[in-house]
């Protein structure tokens, strides 16, 4: 018979302690009690000399009555109260891409086109990235995945978060996201967004999120800039890319 060792308190993964009252080994930035099911909350302040993080909110969806549009102002309302980032939408209506076209692929960093210089330039610009993303057919829109194939580089030892919506609160396209960004270094935080067609808009067209919607987009910022923040130093004095 194997020995049965004492049960630990209060360390990682202490099932001792009650449901809701579990500790995460203590990260900077992930130092308040984790309850079950709801991460961690409150901004990280910026330490001193650093420079402001910037963080871009990508809408993944271009179709005519989109409905992402909503979505992505409705985080970039809540990202904006917040003094620890500083926040831009990032429209892909106002990055034209075409099915990628550039002959040598993104990880040589050697663009042919205009169109992929001046993506590459903004996508450079951040420390981290919210993506919202549709679900169309069980995955993120196409558009969003060909916006992300452009680059390489660019997207490297940063961070990401998300705001899923469809039918199904786009948590598979989100989870499909997240395989895709891996391959590019890029961290994806735990704290998701998700909004459902059912319930979050009414008539499955006008956006009114259930008020519970916001605490995990602010959970999600959290983590975010606290990873953004952090990956910084991995990328060194340069600055963004
Ligand atoms: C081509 C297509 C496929 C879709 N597939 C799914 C799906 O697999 N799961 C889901 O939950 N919703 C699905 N939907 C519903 C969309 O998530 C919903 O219409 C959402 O509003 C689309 O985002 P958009 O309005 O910003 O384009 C699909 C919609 C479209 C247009």
């Known amino acids: 018979m194997l020995p049965v060792r004492p049960a630990s308190r209060g360390g990682v993964g202490d099932i001792s302690r009650p449901a809701g009252q579990r500790r995460f080994k203590s990260l900077p930035g992930l ?5 079950d099911g709801e991460p961690p909350s409150g901004p990280v302040p910026a330490g ?20 992402g549009e909503g979505v992505a102002r409705w985080v970039l309302g ?8 500083a926040f831009e939408l990032v429209d892909l209506l106002e990055y034209p891409l075409p099915h990628l076209d550039e002959p040598i692929p993104a990880a040589a960093g050697r663009y042919a086109h205009d169109h ?17 993303t549709p ?12 916006a992300i194939d452009f680059l390489h580089a660019e997207w490297n030892n940063k961070a990401a978060g998300f705001v899923g919506y469809g ?22 935080v735990r704290a998701q967004g998700a909004l459902y067609l059912g319930t979050d808009f009414v008539d499955r067209r006008k956006l009114q999120p259930d008020p519970i919607r916001e605490r995990s987009v602010v959970a999600m910022l959290d ?6 923040r952090a990956l910084r130093t991995v990328r060194g004095p340069a600055g963004p890319t």
């Open 167 to 188: 039918a199904a609160g786009g948590v598979r396209a989100v989870e499909h996201l997240r395989l895709v960004l891996a391959e590019l270094q890029v961290a994806t």
């Open 48 to 67: 001193p000399g650093e420079h402001p993080l910037r963080i871009g909110i990508v809408l993944g969806s271009t179709r005519p009555g989109r409905l």
């Open 135 to 146: 679900e169309y057919n069980h995955s993120t829109s196409g558009v969003l995945k060909n």
């Open 223 to 228: 983590q975010l800039v606290a990873w953004s």
């Open 116 to 132: 992929t210089k001046a993506w590459s330039a903004k996508i450079a610009s951040f420390d981290g990235y919210v993506f919202v």
């Open 78 to 85: 809540i990202a904006s109260r917040r003094t620890d980032a």
């Open 31 to 35: 130092q308040r009690p984790m309850t």
